[in-house]
């Protein structure tokens, strides 16, 4: 049994500089239930620290917890003693035993790296920085990549983008944005990084342009299946026209991307008012 | 959203042998200020690190939270922010389940 210490400076650890983990809290369980509520259990990829006492239902949380981290999902969760997951409110409450266990996935800040310190670079990265994310912004001409441009805190790095983006490390919580001066740097960008796990890798442009971006690499052998999960154009549609509300179209795809949603307004999904009307 | 704040107080504290409470959102129905996962930590002194939705409901998970760190009992709170306060509907309108513990090194 791990202490509350260990558990401390775990999550401590995993919240500063990874690796990503599932706590498993027990918050709640019917009387019959034999789990001490508060057990805490921190599930890595590959390890445990801390333990629910074994047995099924520890089983089951294990595999809940471990899928639940590429979705950086916090949940809390109702589990019966023999390990099934019970969805639904209804089924809870008819349900005998219950044990409810919160599921969340502790990781650092996600990282938004943007390829381009212009205009729309500037504003992705201000944006991405009130988010709450780490900002890194490349550009190889110092006028666009130099702190005083920056009014926020972000890593500013310039230099040869493609030297740059071997160099700068990335891993499926880091998303990249990229918004150059023109289609052949960002073909190259895109070059460096569409085979690497990001996140989210999105590429601004018209349709015809990054189309033939994306011909050119399959051309050139990068995987065809990474190619088809580049976010291009770039964005959710919602109209957007200045630097700013390009900003706002491009997190909205990475906040959709990060947690899941219906990217319609919430009034869509209940119309109250149109349908007492008829 | 990291929690480092209150993982860092709550490494702190245990160096220094301290029990602490902490809050955790459960669940939440409806309109809450913060969704599940979000965290308050409260110290013997009664200070704080971290927020489980400002004005609403705070203070009385806070309380919960320094029983607990007397009587040591893990509960859940349900903070209902559905009902008027002084004639003023809360701005919420939600309904929140807390889980508050005591732990120590």
Known sequence: MANSAEIARALLTSAREGPALASCTVMGATDDVDVALGAKMLVYADRLLGDLGGGPLETAVITFARDAIPRHLVQTCAFTPSGELVEGRRAIEAADAIVEVLVEVVEPAATLLVVGGGHVGLAVGQLGAMLGMDVAIIDDREDYANAERFPYEAQVICGDFAEELKRFPIDANTYIVLVSRGHKVDELALRTVAERGAGYVGMIGSKRRTRTVLQHLAEDGVDRDELDKVFTPIGLDIGAETPEEIAVSVLGEIILVRRGGGAQPMSEYGRFLATTRR | ?105
């Open chain 2, 1 to 105: 959203m990291p929690h480092d704040e209150v993982f860092e107080a709550m490494s702190t504290a245990f160096e220094g042998g301290a029990p602490v409470a902490l809050a955790t959102v459960a669940q939440t129905l409806g309109s809450t200020p913060r969704k599940t996962g979000a965290k308050m930590l409260v110290r013997e002194d009664g200070s704080f690190v971290g927020t489980i939705g400002g004005g609403c409901g705070e203070a009385e998970v806070w309380q919960e939270a320094m029983d607990t760190l007397e009587d040591g009992e893990a509960r859940m709170v349900t903070v209902d922010l559905t009902e008027p306060v002084d004639g003023e509907d809360k701005i919420c309108g939600g309904v929140m389940r807390i889980f508050v513990e005591k732990l120590e090194a």
